[in-house]
């Protein structure tokens, strides 16, 4: 498993924790990430993404809402909400490849959800990006270790 994907299937449990169990304190969530992650950057990297999405969870739940017609979040099973909550948080609030964010929340709704969820997610995730994106994905395959393009 690529470093980074591992600090996002770490931000993706701690969100599932969290969407479960509100009362769950952030210290906890340090230590979990600790245990999970040797590598500094990778710790610093998946505390970002799981406080981000909480930070933003507001936000990042009315576009969710707004992108998936006729499906409610309450609705939606707990993992694929959260997968699509840590991918639209990374789609809006990071400069991380739009099309190395999609492609991890793939990997994480097709690892941890339903038969169904990889294409869900992909159909909500897709609705995040301009159309000038969603066309653009043409080039070289990222190397989504580093998150940064071959030849970059």
């Given at each position: 498993m690529a470093?980074?994907?591992?600090?996002?299937?770490?931000?993706?449990?701690?969100?599932?924790?969290?969407?479960?169990?509100?009362?769950?304190?952030?210290?906890t969530a340090g230590e979990f990430i600790d245990e999970r992650l040797e590598d500094e950057a990778l710790r610093e990297f998946c505390w970002r993404l799981f406080t981000g999405t909480l930070e933003?969870?507001?936000?990042?739940?009315?576009?969710?809402?707004?992108?998936?017609?006729?499906?409610?979040?309450k609705r939606m099973a707990p993992t694929d909400r959260n997968v699509l909550r840590l991918g639209a948080y990374e789609l809006l609030y990071t400069d991380t490849p739009n099309r190395v964010v999609i492609d991890e929340a793939l990997e994480l709704a097709k690892k941890y959800g339903s038969g169904q969820s990889s294409q869900f997610v992909n159909g909500i995730l897709d609705q995040f990006m301009s159309p000038e994106e969603e066309t653009s994905s043409d080039g070289p395959p990222r190397d989504e270790s580093s998150d940064i393009a071959p030849g970059q």
């Open positions: 470093r980074r994907s591992r600090a996002r299937e770490t931000a993706l449990q701690l969100l599932y924790r969290q969407d479960l169990n509100p009362a769950s304190n952030l210290e933003y969870r507001n936000i990042i739940d009315a576009r969710i809402e707004q992108a998936a017609a006729n499906w409610s979040l």
